[in-house]
């Protein structure tokens, strides 16, 4: 059964940087295109960032520049470094299977997220 944990949110005037980690078992890890997720509240849950299992990043353009994925297939673990946080990226973030460049049908379960959350 796939599980996935992240982990690594907080608290952070705006400006700094956090960096989120998520660890995944249950699956053939590099074989997957890996994304991370967002939910603010009342809002839908929102991919903003993707990484392929060769290790090509793709981006939202809101997030473009500021947020950085990567992945270690030896590890079967994904990161998310956010720099220049705004206050508008206060959300829980998730990590599951994805791509920003087209719809890719997710791991079934999605982990508890992680809240990050941007005072101003």
């Known amino acids: 059964q796939v599980q996935l944990v992240e982990s690594g949110g907080g608290l952070v005037q705006a400006g700094g940087s956090l960096r989120l980690s998520c660890a995944a078992s249950?699956?053939?890890?590099?074989?997957?295109?890996m994304g991370w997720y967002r939910q603010a509240p009342g809002k839908q849950r929102e991919l903003v960032a993707s990484?392929?299992?060769?290790?090509?990043?793709n981006y939202v353009d809101f997030v473009k520049g500021r947020f950085t994925i990567s992945r270690d297939n030896a590890k079967n673990m994904v990161f998310l470094q956010m720099n220049s946080l705004k206050p508008e990226d206060t959300a829980v973030y998730y990590c599951n299977r994805g791509s920003v460049r087209g719809p890719q049908p997710n791991f079934g379960p999605w982990g508890q997220g992680t809240q990050v959350t941007v005072s101003s």
């Open positions: 990484i392929t299992s060769g290790q090509t990043p």
């Open positions: 249950g699956v053939i890890f590099r074989d997957n295109p």
